[in-house]
C-alpha cells in the first residue's frame, strides 16, 4: 500500500459511550458535520432530533427557531453529554513553548 492509511472513520450508528459505556447512538450533526453521542433513548423533552437517511446514516439536527419540531422521520433524543456531563472534557489548551535563548541572533557583519 503506497500510502499509509488514514484516520479510521468516525463511529456513526448504535454504539456505547467510551467513558460510562451508556447506550448511545453515534450521529452527525447537521451543522458542522462532527460526530456527536446522543444517547439511545428517545426523550420527548429532548433538543435534538435524529434521523436515519436513506444510507444508513444518522443525522442529529438541534431544533431551532426555524424548525422547531421534529419532521419526518425524525426523534427527539437528548445528547449524551447533556445528561452525562462526566463524559465532557472541554479541550485543553497546548502550553506555550518555553523560548530558547541559548540561540543567538546573527549579525549582519558588512553593512
Ligand atoms: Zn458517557
Not at 5 to 21: I, W, Y
Amino acid at each position: 500500500m503506497p500510502y499509509p492509511t488514514a484516520r479510521p472513520p468516525a463511529p456513526n450508528g448504535p454504539g456505547n459511550c467510551p467513558r460510562c459505556l451508556a447506550d448511545v447512538i453515534w450521529c452527525t450533526t447537521a451543522k458542522n458535520r462532527v460526530p456527536q453521542m446522543i444517547n439511545a433513548d428517545r426523550d420527548a423533552a429532548g433538543n435534538t432530533a435524529v434521523r436515519v437517511d436513506h444510507l444508513g446514516r444518522y443525522h442529529s439536527r438541534q431544533l431551532t427557531q426555524e424548525r422547531p419540531t421534529p419532521e419526518a422521520g425524525e426523534n427527539l433524543h437528548k445528547p449524551h453529554i447533556a445528561t452525562s456531563p462526566t463524559c465532557f472534557t472541554p479541550r485543553q489548551p497546548r502550553p506555550p513553548a518555553p523560548r530558547d535563548r541559548r540561540v543567538i541572533r546573527p549579525t549582519r557583519w558588512q553593512r
